[in-house]
């Protein structure tokens, strides 16, 4: 594979073939393929024995926004990495938009915008020279055009007054927006972000929440990682969420949710009498600490159990359905991090 | 879509596109800049210098340094000291932070993983990154022959040149032959940055990929003053730099110029290859 693309680049170079148009094989890009990105037992062996991806099966469907989730050092950049062509898999496949990488790069990734792992730009150039330096480096950009859609990508991430300023003194929410301003500079049709709002503040972190919003009406599908559910989920359609290289939930966000077992829970006097009621009606998981006594929902309607409460002579205070967060699912998924103690 | 396919039509204009902005970056970085203008000073001083020692009816400036002699009678000569004088760390040092940057530097900033997902191109990158140190290295080489010529014209009497074999050519043959040797040296720096683009492959720190290729040139030149080690000379990378006075005799020495355009041309592709084999199948994790 790597051979073939080196072979593409090298004729390419010397003006002899065009790798930019579409080929009468990569049915890919003719008939557009129903995933973004499919990639199927990928996995990344480092020289040192370490396994940090293992055997992810990724399945992104077209037009979503897919959130890639999970702590520090499962995987993500590293498998980001993969689907972009700058590291290689040990072994397994990797489509995107249909086109196998990372044989067909040349082909694909001029469709693909990204920001891997925090914006990488030159310290001594402008913001506006950093984004022409990425544009003249792109084989398939229009140079005549290259102003007016540097100016336009400046301005969607609210960079344009700053244009002239060196990167050097940018803050760091600016050096992320100028990130995604790098990944705007052409038309795409999937945008893959690495941790977009990492080191950025709460209003920063609203502004990219924002901005991948508005790129999805679009119709591009977004493929967007974070450590942190909470910064994504409320732009999220799918979510895909690793722990230690491994990829443990991936749908969309409405069954992740399913997932999620119903709880009822009873605040009583007579936590006894209570239990042993729930017990009769066939509950699970039956819990009890204090005046509180809780079990697993399951098809009940928390109505009847009231009733059953009541009949049964059980003096209810409180009663209520308690649904995990999100937040404790994704905990639940990947595991405490260190320190961490309710 | 249709628009950046059409765009794509026409690859070597990319590729021109994505070298003027290599150029720009490499000529455009204050830290350059005071290279070439730190080397171009170094002629002038060179001249001032044998200047004021002439001057003084000393026979010459530092003993073991060719064309001394013939300075005091045209300041054509000044370009060949300089030359000479240069290539032994000044001039290799400077390409060598230009070729040593070229891809540890990307890596560094950050800015080579950007570059590749845009997509560059592996291949497109290391070739417009050598093509990059080539004109750093005939800029370089032309800078200090050509202020090295202005510097000799004004202070020293310039004429009719007498070569090494002796021979006496009208002053604009001998400025040919200048120009010859400055695109012999060129050549030269050119197949060291060779070496400088593979050491840049093999780290993403640039100064560890600079130091190495100083050390390098230091101990090239210190093997091929031992005569012990006479077996190995032609082999070493420096050993043909400064086999330009080759062009200052008549008939030209072409066997010894053959010879090291051939060293250069074997390390170039050589290096060229390493570095190739490196970039195009590593892992980028900077």
Known sequence: ?342 | MTESVTAGRVPIRGWLRFFRSELRLVFGRRRNLWILAVAGAFPVLIGIGLRLATHQGNSGGPDGVAFISQLAGNGVFLSFIALTLLLTLVMPLAVGVAAGDSIAGEAGYGTLRTLLAIPAGRVRILSVKYAAIVVFAVAITFLVAGVALATGAALFPIGPVTLLSGTTVPLADGVVRLLLVALYVAAAMASFGAMGLAFSTLTEHSLGAIAALAILVVVSEVIDNVPQFAAVHPYLPTHWWNSFDALLRVPVDTGTLGRGLLSFGIYTLLWGSIAWARFSTADVTN
């Open chain 1, 1 to 342: 594979m790597t051979g073939t693309r080196i072979r593409n680049e090298a004729l390419s170079a010397a003006g002899l073939v065009t790798i930019s148009e579409p080929t009468a094989e990569s049915a890919g890009a003719a008939a557009p393929a129903v995933l973004a990105v499919a990639s199927s037992g990928i996995t990344k062996r480092f020289g040192s024995g370490q396994v940090a991806v293992d055997h992810v099966d990724l399945a992104v469907p077209r037009g979503c926004v897919y959130g890639f989730l999970g702590p520090n050092g499962s995987g993500k950049t590293t498998t980001i990495r993969m689907l972009l062509g700058l590291a290689f898999p040990t072994s397994g496949r990797i489509e995107m938009l249909g086109v196998p990488m990372p044989s067909g790069a040349v082909q694909v990734l001029p469709r693909v915008g990204s920001l891997v792992e925090g914006p990488g730009f030159y310290p001594f150039l402008t913001g506006w020279d950093n984004l022409a330096r990425c544009d003249a480096a792109d084989r398939t950009a229009n140079p005549r055009t290259a102003a007016a859609r540097i100016g336009e990508a400046l301005d969607r991430v609210g960079l344009l007054a700053a244009a002239r300023k060196r990167y050097r003194h940018y803050s760091l929410g600016m050096k992320q927006r100028l990130g995604i301003a790098a990944s705007l500079l052409a038309p795409r049709e999937l945008i893959v972000l690495d941790e977009p709002t990492n080191g950025l503040d709460p209003q920063g972190t609203r502004e990219v929440r924002a901005l991948i919003r508005q790129i999805a009406t679009e119709g591009v599908t977004v493929f967007v990682s974070s450590h942190l559910l909470g910064e994504v989920e409320q732009v999220c359609s799918h979510v895909g969420v690793m722990r230690a290289g491994r990829l443990v939930f991936q749908g969309p966000l409405e069954e992740l949710r399913r997932t999620s077992a119903a709880r009822i829970r009873v605040q009583t006097a007579e936590p006894a009498a209570a239990e042993a009621v729930l017990h009769r009606l066939g509950l699970a998981d039956l819990q009890v600490s204090g005046h509180q006594v809780s079990a697993q929902l399951g098809e009940d309607q928390p109505e009847r159990i009231c009733t059953e409460l009541v009949h049964a002579g059980v003096a209810v205070r409180d009663l209520g359905v308690v649904v995990p967060s999100l937040e404790e699912l994704f905990v639940g998924l990947t595991g405490e991090g260190f320190d961490v103690h309710d």
